[in-house]
């Protein structure tokens, strides 16, 4: 064995793992890429130029776009990410509370409560009469 060099890719196996190792980095990247374009867009705190500066640098030259505002931006993305999705979350317990509450509650509900509150004597029967042909007209 002379001079010989011995390379990854004289074991199969240890092949095999540096191929799926440099395909799991890529798509690490991309979604690293994924998740700094969308951050870029959704912070509030940027002007439109610093976004169109910070966008065109990540495109240009991505890996050092990404490395860049990873290094700089990155501390805080965290958070936006975690503002984002508890103002998603008020919108839909928002929504179905908005949608719950105009189903509203049935005339046999409403019936039945009143004749739970008579029966425990907080209502007369006057009363519960009264509210009673409210709730049937």
């Known amino acids: 064995m002379s ?3 011995n390379l990854a890719y004289d074991f199969p196996v240890l092949g095999a793992f540096w191929s799926i190792m440099w395909f799991f980095l890529w798509i690490m990247w991309f979604a690293l890429l994924f998740r700094v374009v969308v ?3 959704r912070d509030d705190d940027l002007s439109g130029w610093a976004k169109t500066g910070w966008l065109v640098f990540a495109i ?3 890996f050092l776009g990404v490395f860049v505002y990873v ?3 990155g501390k ?3 958070k936006r990410e975690q503002r984002h999705v508890r103002a998603q979350r008020e919108q839909t317990e ?3 509370r908005e949608t719950a509450g105009s189903a509203g509650t049935s005339e046999a509900d409403e019936l039945a409560k009143l004749s739970e509150i008579r029966a425990r004597g907080d209502l007369t029967d006057e009363e519960y ?3 009673k042909e409210k709730v049937l007209h």
């Open 3 to 5: 001079g010989s060099v």
């Open 39 to 41: 951050d870029i867009f």
């Open 60 to 62: 240009v030259l991505p």
């Open 71 to 73: 290094i700089a931006r």
């Open 76 to 78: 805080n993305m965290g």
């Open 94 to 96: 928002r929504y179905i």
């Open 129 to 131: 009469r009264r509210a």
